[in-house]
């Protein structure tokens, strides 16, 4: 059988572009294009009304970075999702009132999944927000307090005016405040990267600007979506099957707990208030994934795919950031214990045992998925409430002026 890519294997003394096969270009160019047309039109969030309207949109801008909606004061969506980190934080657990049992996953292109939270416990955006506003680990939120803290916020309350209507019941303004929230989170669409150049020449036959792409990564592109069979989950321009497996991590969280993954995050799903089933959700809306999905065994111990979009920015990895670096990564999948896999997990995973080369290839190949550059500032907290209701865009924007992070919260240890 003719190799896909030649050579493979150690690298060169010298880089030397690899010759891509017709077939590894098909599979190469199936990974875009980026950014997806969604992105002129954001992909909307399910069940949420509040989609793609920019009243709504510029309402949940401000709300994910004050820090007044947590209970304490002091905590914002923005604390564990950086705009400057691929919307993560840099922790291996997040870190709300307490530290929490996982990662926090980026924003980046959310809206275009199909679950939410590794675990795929929401099915929705909005729903998701929820889940984060009220978790008691988290922002220890609720509806009676958000309604107390928009309604003393001039400027606040009449941006939520022009984006909602009135206030109403607590939980509706909970509700309404997760869906604006989620309405600006389907706005965040990520970068194009060096890869899409490369990616986008290949489609085109210009072979000049293809040849930009360095000789490492063309060969861990080709290595990514060969034997290294990485494509099957991380698939199509997201990088990403939007599904759910065990990567062969442990389950213990700490001794005698464990962390049941998917199963659990589908117990969850289907007892949620707030689900596309729920008559939270905004019709019109297909609920088909939701009515039909059921907890089973094999689901125990899965998370989700993560898009490999901004990898380079995202550590540390895994749902429980157990993996510090990509080289870390590299070498998990490297030296994969097979008997530890279970379900799917055992049928498409097999230990690479990638060679010295090889790992620097796809390493090169995983860094060319992160932008060059990345916006490092972020709306700043509303601490007072003194802007007027006609600032900013929609009145609602609070200038840049830095991220909103608590920067007196513990470290990350070592």
Known sequence: MQPLVQPLGAAPAEPVAPILSAEVQRRIIQHGPWPPSLSSAPAADAGNRFSGRPAAIALGERLFFDPRLAATGSLACASCHV???????????????????????????????????????????????????VDEREMASSGAHLRRTIAGDAALAACWRRAVGNLGADEAVLVNAAKAIAAWVATQISPRTPFDDFR??????????????????????????????????????????????????????????????????????????????SAWADVPLDSTKTRHVQATHRNFGEFKVPSLRGVGLTAPYMHNGSL?????????????????????????????????????DLLAFLQSLSPTTVATTAPA??????????????????????????????????
Not at 101 to 125: H, M
Not at 332 to 360: K, T, V
Not at 384 to 404: E, F, L, T, Y
Request: net charge positive; charged share 20%; proline share 7%.
């Open 83 to 133: 705009p400057a980190l691929a919307f993560t934080d840099g922790r291996a657990k997040s870190f709300g009132r307490v530290e929490v049992d996982r990662n926090a996953p980026s924003l980046w292109n959310a809206a275009q999944g199909r679950w939410f939270g590794w675990d795929g416990a929401a099915d929705s955006l909005w729903s998701q927000a929820i889940r984060a506003l």
């Open 200 to 277: 986008d020449a290949l489609l085109r036959g210009d072979r000049l600007a293809a040849a930009r792409y360095p000789a490492a990564a063309q060969r861990g592109a080709a290595l990514f979506v060969g034997r290294g069979r990485c494509h099957f989950c991380h698939a199509g321009p997201l990088f990403s099957n939007g599904e759910f497996a065990d990567t062969g991590l442990p389950h213990f969280v700490r001794p005698g707990i464990v962390d049941p993954g998917r199963q659990g995050g589908i117990e969850a799903l289907l007892a949620s208030r707030y689900s596309l089933l």
């Open 324 to 360: 510090v670096t990509l080289d870390d990564v590299l070498h998990h999948y490297s030296q994969l214990n097979i008997e530890r896999l279970h379900a799917d997990g055992e049928q498409i995973l097999e230990p690479l045992h990638l060679g010295a080369g090889e790992h620097r």
């Open 381 to 414: 907290p509303v601490m007072v409430a003194k802007r007027s209701a006609s600032a900013g865009q929609h009145g609602c924007r609070p200038p840049p002026r830095g991220q909103s992070r608590d920067t007196k919260r513990p470290a990350q240890p070592d």
